[in-house]
C-alpha cells in the first residue's frame, strides 16, 4: 500500500508501484525438469508436480514457502491455497519466477506486446489499465464479481468481462484519541474539515499537544479532492484539473489545509512528515490527538507495540470532508491476471490458479494473517476472517464502499508530484491556494501536451 521515499516492500505491495519505488525480491529460477515422486509438492520455484508446466511471475512477498517469504505469515495460507490447487491440477506445475521489481511491469508490457507473455502474473492495481488488451476472461472461474467493493469493479471489469482478481487491498483512515473527542468534543470524530477545525483550536487551547496531522503525500490528501467529486482525468487519461468544478474542488483542499495550518490546528512542521511511522509513533508518545494514516497501523503501530491496553485510546473513522455528506478514501493493492487465452486445458488450469486468490475463504485467511483488507464483502462474513481478525474491521469495511483507486494513467505520476508541491507551497505560505492550483494545472498541463 505509497509515496513515500523510503520505501519498504511492504509499502509496495500495500500502495502500489505509483506510490513508491525501489526494489523486491530478486529472481529465481525456472528449472524446467519434472519433479519426481519424492519431491516436495510446493517448492519455492515451482508449485505443483505435473508434467504440464505453466509460466506465473509474482513477488517473494507471496511465497507459500515461510523460510523464502518477504511475509512469513502468509505463507501457510498461501501454501494451503495453492496445494489444493496442486491436488486438483496433478498434470501440471507452475513455473514461477521473481522478477526484480525495477523491471517487472516494462517487461510485462513488452512481452505481453510481443505476444510472450508468462501464463499468468500478479499485477499491481495501479497497472491493470494498461493490460487490458492483454489480460484473460476469468467470469468462469470467479463467482459472483457484483460481491467486490465498486471500486474493484470500477478497475477490473471491462464490457462485462472480469480481467483481473484484486485480492487485498488498504484504505485511508482519520486516526483520533477517542478520550480527547470525549473531552473537547461531542465524543464523535469530526465529520467535517469545518468541525477538524473547531474541535482542533480546542484541544490546541486546552492541551500541549498536537491536534492534527497529514503526511503532506499527495495520495493521503487525493481523497478531500475525491470526495467533493473531483476528477484527476477523463476517460482518455488526459488531465481536466483545469475544468471548473475540479480546479474549484482543489482550491478548496488547499485552502483546508491553509486554515489548517493559520489556526495553529497543524503546525507548519507537516510539511517535513514523510515516514508512515511518523505520526503513529507521536500518537503512541502523547504528542498528538488526530491524523490521517492506513488501516494497517492501528495492528502495526499501536496494537503490536503498545504493551498495555492503553492503544485502544485509538480509533478510527471517515476522512473529515467539506460536507457531511461526502466520502472517499484512496485505496491500493494487488491483483492476479491470466494471459493465457481460452477455457480448457492450460487455460482453464491457470484460471482456475488465479481465482482461487479471491475466493472468499482463500481471501479471508490472507487477510487475516496480513491486516490486509478483503476486496469482497463474502470474504468478511468468513469463519476464517472472524471479528478479532483486523481491528475496527467494519469501520474499514464501510469506508471501502466509497474506496478510489489511483488514475492507472501516465500523466498521474506528475499530478501527484505538482499536488505534492502545491501542499508544500501552501503549507509553507509560499504561494496562497488559487496561486499553487494554478501553477500545479499548467505544469500538468505542460508535461501532458509535451
Not at 520455484?45 to 517473494?60: F, H, N, P, Q, V
Not at 502495526?300 to 461526502?326: G, H, L, T
Request: proline share 6%; with cysteine.
Amino acid at each position: 500500500m505509497r509515496e513515500t521515499p523510503s520505501a519498504t516492500r511492504r509499502n509496495v505491495l500495500l500502495g502500489g508501484t505509483a506510490a513508491v519505488s525501489g526494489a523486491l525480491a530478486g529472481c529465481a529460477g525456472q528449472s524446467g525438469d519434472q519433479p519426481s515422486e519424492s519431491d516436495p509438492l510446493l517448492t519455492h520455484e515451482r508449485w505443483g508436480k505435473g508434467e504440464t508446466a505453466l509460466t506465473y511471475r509474482t513477488s517473494d512477498f507471496y511465497t507459500p514457502i515461510e523460510a523464502e517469504s518477504s511475509q512469513p505469515a502468509a505463507a501457510p495460507a498461501l501454501r494451503e491455497q495453492h496445494e489444493a490447487w496442486a491436488e486438483a491440477h496433478p498434470e501440471y506445475r507452475i513455473e514461477v519466477e521473481y522478477p526484480a521489481f525495477g523491471q517487472w511491469k516494462d517487461d510485462l508490457v513488452l512481452d505481453a506486446s510481443q505476444g510472450n507473455p508468462p501464463d499468468g502474473s500478479t499485477v499491481d492495481s495501479s497497472w491493470v489499465a494498461d493490460f487490458y488488451e492483454y489480460l484473460q476472461p476469468l467470469n468462469g472461474y470467479v463467482d459472483d464479481v457484483d460481491d467486490f467493493f465498486p471500486f474493484v469493479r470500477e478497475a477490473t471489469v471491462r464490457d462485462g468481462d472480469l480481467l483481473a482478481a484484486w485480492k487485498y487491498t488498504g484504505c485511508r483512515c482519520l486516526y483520533y484519541r477517542q478520550d480527547l473527542i470525549d473531552r473537547y468534543g461531542d465524543g464523535d470524530p469530526p465529520r467535517t474539515w469545518a468541525d477538524t477545525l473547531a474541535l482542533g483550536q480546542d484541544i490546541a487551547d486546552g492541551e500541549d499537544i498536537t491536534p492534527f496531522m497529514f503526511r503532506s503525500e499527495p495520495f493521503d490528501n487525493l481523497p478531500y479532492f475525491w470526495g467533493q467529486g473531483g476528477e484527476l482525468v477523463d476517460d482518455e487519461g488526459a488531465p481536466v484539473l483545469d475544468e471548473d468544478d475540479n480546479r474549484r474542488a482543489m482550491v478548496n483542499v488547499l485552502s483546508f489545509i491553509d486554515d489548517l495550518v493559520e489556526t495553529g490546528v497543524t503546525p507548519q512542521r507537516v510539511a517535513n512528515i514523510s515516514d508512515v511511522e511518523d505520526l503513529p509513533r507521536e500518537g503512541r508518545n502523547d504528542q498528538l490527538a488526530m491524523f490521517i494514516g492506513n488501516n494497517d497501523l492501528i495492528e502495526r503501530e499501536f496494537k503490536n507495540v503498545v504493551e498495555d491496553d492503553s492503544w485502544r485510546r485509538w480509533q478510527v473513522a471517515q476522512i473529515p470532508m467539506k460536507e457531511p455528506d461526502q466520502f472517499a478514501t484512496g485505496v491500493g493493492g494487488w491483483t492476479e491476471g491470466a494471459f493465457i487465452e481460452g477455457d480448457d486445458g492450460k487455460a482453464a488450469a491457470m484460471k482456475d490458479f488465479i481465482s482461487k486468490f479471491v475466493e472468499p475463504d482463500a481471501m479471508a485467511r490472507y487477510c487475516a494473517a496480513t491486516n490486509f483488507l478483503p476486496t469482497r464483502e463474502a470474504a468478511y462474513d468468513s469463519e476464517f476472517y472472524g471479528d478479532d481478525a483486523i481491528e475496527y474491521q467494519d469501520t474499514f469495511r464501510e469506508l471501502l464502499e466509497d474506496g478510489v483507486a489511483r488514475p492507472a494513467v501516465p500523466i498521474y505520476s506528475t499530478i501527484a508530484e505538482e499536488y505534492g508541491g502545491a501542499i508544500e507551497r501552501v503549507v509553507t505560505g509560499q504561494a496562497d491556494p488559487d496561486e499553487a492550483v494554478d501553477r500545479m494545472i499548467a505544469a500538468v498541463n505542460e508535461e501532458y501536451d509535451g
